[in-house]
């Protein structure tokens, strides 16, 4: 595998005057609580390692106080680590100087925040140039990339309207079309979608795919919904207590929750909807087929097509070309959550 875009190891925060010295105890095993009324300091983060490639979206998700705004902070060093390194494409982020940091900040990097963070007295073209006028670019230019990806995210013909004349969804439009003329390779998302109404967020969520299809930006995203996190990642980093506790392919960890906390999670999601054809598909073994079905159709959509009949086999194509078979057996037994950690609740006492 190419080397990531950004590889986070060993990254630990601790809130407190004393971080950096209590690192040691954290590693020595001192817990939060402990930390917290031993010492006075809060736990922000421990032992973070995630590595994120080039072109992909990572989602990182957690509960409220995971840690997961805390930890996409370190990114652009508008938080500094206790310990641990931040590597952007090689090089370590932590050890940029004032000047090398404000050019990554500005060149590689840029955020969409959940408050919009509009200037209200600029117009949207102002507003989405903003990136280009910090780094002193022409106003015609600033103009025209604007304008451009303005008219990308669907608000052709608002720039000389004014943030207040926009509805909250049209907004967070802006603030995506300001990440986008920045130019950047990386794009940080904390939260991006969550003070908007569910149906405006299902559709910001499918315009961000539409665009991630084509300009295949390294996003990192946060949020605190499973279901947007399952929609969204290539790569899914769950967090709890400030620690990454699974983190690989999101379909691969709805169906083999490595902890009782990921089963919890996951226990009321729609499997049936967020489930793809692809993530249970087995070798073609079978001569005959009741019918093709695509690699990425969710289990919702062969369920509808089977007409819920058990005992039909399809073979699954992706580009044209035969990959695999999915027997509607399998499918059923996909559709069941774990219950390991049932059973480690009850083992015991068998």
């Not at 950004?6 to 609580?33: C, M, Q, T, W």
């Not at 931040?86 to 990097?109: E, F, I, N, W, Y």
């Not at 983190?247 to 490595?258: A, K, R, Y």
């Amino acid at each position: 595998m190419d080397q990531p875009k950004i590889s986070i190891k060993n990254l630990y925060k601790i809130f407190g005057a004393r971080d950096r010295e209590l690192v040691a105890k954290v590693k020595a095993g001192l817990s939060k609580p402990d930390l917290l009324e031993q010492h006075a300091h809060v736990l922000g983060l421990s032992d973070i390692n995630v590595d994120m490639q080039a072109g992909e979206i990572t989602v990182i998700m957690g509960l409220s106080g995971s840690g997961k705004s805390t930890l996409i902070r370190h990114l652009n060093r508008l938080i500094e680590p206790s310990a641990g390194e931040v590597l952007v494409d090689g090089q370590d982020v932590l050890g940029l100087g004032p000047a090398a940091l404000r050019s990554l900040r500005q060149k590689t990097m840029s955020m969409v925040f959940q408050k919009f963070a509009l200037l209200p007295h600029r117009t949207v073209s102002q507003n989405a140039a903003m990136p280009l006028s910090v780094q002193g670019e022409a106003e015609d230019v600033q103009s025209r990339e604007a304008e451009k990806w303005l008219d990308r995210v669907g608000l052709g013909g608002y720039g000389d309207r004014y943030p207040s004349q926009l509805s909250g969804g049209m907004q967070q439009r802006v603030g995506i079309a300001r990440a986008l003329t920045a130019n950047t390779d990386i794009m940080l998302m904390d939260e991006a979608f969550s003070a908007l109404d569910p149906l405006i967020r299902t559709d910001m969520q499918d315009l961000l795919l539409e665009l991630q299809r084509e300009l295949h930006k390294t996003i990192v995203f946060i949020t605190h919904d499973l279901d947007e996190a399952l929609k969204l990642a290539d790569h899914l980093v769950i967090l709890k207590d400030g620690a990454v506790v699974q983190q690989g392919d999101p379909q691969d960890i709805l169906l083999n929750p490595s902890d009782p906390y990921i089963e919890d999670f996951v226990s009321d999601i729609n499997r049936a909807r967020v489930l793809r054809v692809k993530s249970i598909t087995s070798q073609l073994t079978s001569e005959k087929f009741d019918g093709d079905i695509d690699a990425d159709s969710n289990l919702e959509s062969l369920i509808a097509k089977s007409g819920g009949d058990t005992n039909h086999i399809y073979r699954v194509v992706e580009n044209g070309d035969a990959i695999g078979q999915l027997d509607m057996r399998d499918l059923v037994k996909a559709l069941v959550p774990s219950i390991r950690s049932s059973f480690n609740d009850i083992g015991p006492d068998l």
